[in-house]
């Protein structure tokens, strides 16, 4: 006879440690370098809101640096950039601009 009540709390396990997994995921990329990718106008615009109608705080190239920075509100991404790729090996978040960016036009992280 099949214990029900044992399948559920395995089940529910699983999905704590699925969610765990997923947190640490998260905040590890708050710390990951991604490259803007190459847009049919020739820029990305970093946004002070998440919104496409928000004022634009630079216009990013493609190639460009971002750092992912913790906030996410649907498809928009928090981000740091470093405008003429002014970012050094430990760059200082003080260096950077902080805005918003489509999701989807940040490439590869690494």
């Known amino acids: ?3 029900f009540s044992r399948t559920r709390r395995v ?9 765990a997994m ?5 905040s590890a990329s708050a710390t990951a ?3 803007v990718k190459e847009t049919s106008d020739g820029f990305v615009a970093l946004r002070v809101a998440p919104d496409r109608n928000a004022a634009t705080l630079a216009r990013m190239k493609g190639g460009d640096e971002v750092m992912l ?10 981000v740091l950039y470093w ?3 002014t ?9 950077g601009r902080r805005g918003w960016v489509h999701a989807q036009l940040i490439d590869i992280c690494g």
């Open 11 to 19: 089940i529910l396990a699983g999905a704590v440690v699925a969610a």
């Open 33 to 35: 370098f991604c490259a």
């Open 69 to 78: 920075r913790a906030g996410r509100r649907g498809v928009w991404q928090e």
């Open 83 to 85: 405008p003429g790729g």
């Open 87 to 95: 970012r050094t090996a430990q760059p200082a978040a003080s260096n």
């Open 22 to 26: 997923s947190a640490a995921q998260t």
């Open 1 to 3: 006879m099949i214990d």
